[in-house]
């Protein structure tokens, strides 16, 4: 399954931004253990987007309806529901140690571009590692969004942490506590990343204290 979901991100992404040639997946099974060499790292890349489009089940034409954004008073603050799509770049980066090399571990750095209720940029890295295990790997990753939400412009850092168990997708993306400013200090929530056809989306369930 994972080798299943590796090729379709690759080739609707990936392979777009000419990463990685479409035939990457092949490069797994040559990976002797203990040695981790740049083709691996642009493999967990795709691990990682594996993720996001095992869990969405939402047929891309229903992304896009208009974006709608569905407020809900809940005492002190605001729940609104933000979406959109977003572009997102990853470039592997070199082993900068003696100890992240000997981690065997994929680095990554992430560049998107937010569009739909989030207008934004972010920057960050990420890491990954797969097991000998066929559909078992993991991912973390922290990103800084700078943009604007709804009106309101700051910044924030999300949060990623991802695990795949035989197959098994478990994802999970939060804002970091404290981590607004400007007029997104108070930010909390969560995001759901989806991927359909090659195209990148988000939903993010937000709230921000109530303006006084």
């Known amino acids: 399954m994972i080798h299943h979901l590796i090729r379709r991100v690759l080739i609707g ?3 777009a931004r000419e990463i990685v040639p479409d035939n990457s997946v092949g490069i797994v099974g040559k990976i002797l253990p203990g040695r981790l060499s740049m083709a691996a790292a642009i493999i967990l890349v795709a691990v990682g987007m594996a993720f996001a ?3 969405s089940p939402v047929p891309a034409q229903s992304q896009s309806a208009p974006v709608q954004s569905s407020p809900v008073q809940k005492g002190a603050s605001m729940t609104k529901h933000a979406k959109g799509a977003f572009d997102v ?3 592997p ?3 900068d140690s003696k100890e992240a090399e000997t981690s065997k571990l994929g680095r990554m750095s992430l560049d998107k571009q937010f569009h739909g209720d989030l207008e934004a940029t972010s920057t960050g890295e990420m890491l990954a590692a797969m097991t000998e295990i066929k559909g078992s790997a993991g991912y973390v990753a922290m990103e800084r969004v700078n ?3 709804q009106g309101k412009s700051g910044t924030f850092v999300l949060q990623h942490l991802g695990t795949m168990t035989r197959g098994v ?15 997104l200090v108070g ?5 759901t990343i989806k991927i359909e056809e090659g195209k990148h989306f988000y939903e993010f369930d937000y709230t921000l204290p109530a303006a006084k």
């Open 89 to 91: 770049k990853v470039t």
């Open 53 to 55: 489009q095992a869990q």
């Open 187 to 191: 930010l909390t929530g969560t995001m």
């Open 13 to 15: 992404k990936f392979a």
């Open 93 to 95: 980066q070199k082993p």
């Open 169 to 183: 997708p478990q994802m999970n993306v939060t804002v970091v506590p404290d981590s607004g400013t400007d007029g």
């Open 147 to 149: 943009g604007t939400l």
